[in-house]
T-cell receptor, first 113, second 115 residues
Framework: AQSVTQLDSQVPVFEEAPVELRCNYSSSVSVYLFWYVQYPNQGLQLLLKYLSGSTLVESINGFEAEFNKSQTSFHLRKPSVHISDTAEYFCAVTFRTASKLTFGTGTRLQVTL | DGGITQSPKYLFRKEGQNVTLSCEQNLNHDAMYWYRQDPGQGLRLIYYSQIVNDFQKGDIAEGYSVSREKKESFPLTVTSAQKNPTAFYLC??????????????FGPGTRLTVT
């Protein structure tokens, strides 16, 4: 079955430190890739997406993710995090053979002073 | 502003009671979805509707029912047949069925607690 794996359920990090949240998916078929962010007791907001073209995509608040086809990965990075980045982050993949959005289990990013 | 509204934000029910969660969108989107979120499990698709007056079961439809009588509304009923109804429920929409693959917008969610 096609699946999305977020190995880290929680990532603690100090403010202004860099962070990487990992996301791997199961199949090498054509995919669309997404990162969503969820603040406590709120819905999901689209952070960034890869549909085609440049493998490096960026968000407006300093996050970036790189599509790596050979490693079937779409890791999320930020060079310097802020307290306000504390949230849960979900990787999601559309496997184009299924055209269905499949979510990972989420990674809780906890930023502290 | 366009968006998706879900009400109420928090809902409490006794076991054995049916409960209906509201989802309204003013984005003029054709397709709408209901997801369930449990800690450590990500989001799972309950039901979806490609267009008004149509809906289909998702991955975990047992114990749930929906209707789509108006384009902007897609209410979800959690029935007494749902064995573990306590969860966070998210409604989403996309401009059309094809866009489900690459552009879904989410509402703020309803947290349902059944005791």
């Amino acid at each position: 079955a096609q699946s999305v794996t977020q190995l880290d359920s929680q990532v603690p990090v100090f403010e202004e430190a860099p962070v990487e949240l990992r996301c791997n998916y199961s199949s090498s078929v054509s995919v669309y890739l997404f990162w969503y962010v969820q603040y406590p007791n709120q819905g999901l907001q689209l952070l960034l997406k890869y549909l085609s073209g440049s493998t490096l995509v960026e968000s407006i608040n300093g996050f970036e993710a790189e599509f790596n086809k050979s490693q079937t990965s779409f890791h999320l990075r930020k060079p310097s995090v802020h307290i306000s980045d504390t949230a849960e982050y979900f990787c999601a993949v559309t496997f184009r053979t299924a055209s269905k959005l499949t979510f990972g289990t989420g990674t809780r990013l906890q930023v502290t002073l | 502003d366009g968006g998706i509204t879900q009400s109420p934000k928090y809902l409490f029910r006794k076991e054995g009671q049916n409960v209906t969660l509201s989802c309204e969108q003013n984005l003029n989107h054709d397709a709408m979805y209901w997801y369930r979120q449990d800690p450590g499990q990500g989001l799972r698709l309950i039901y979806y509707s490609q267009i008004v007056n149509d809906f289909q079961k998702g991955d975990i439809a047992e114990g749930y029912s929906v209707s789509r009588e108006k384009k902007e509304s897609f209410p979800l009923t959690v029935t007494s047949a749902q064995k573990n109804p306590t969860a966070f429920y998210l409604c989403a929409s996309s401009i059309d069925w094809a866009a489900r693959a690459y552009e879904q917008y989410f509402g703020p969610g309803t947290r349902l607690t059944v005791t």
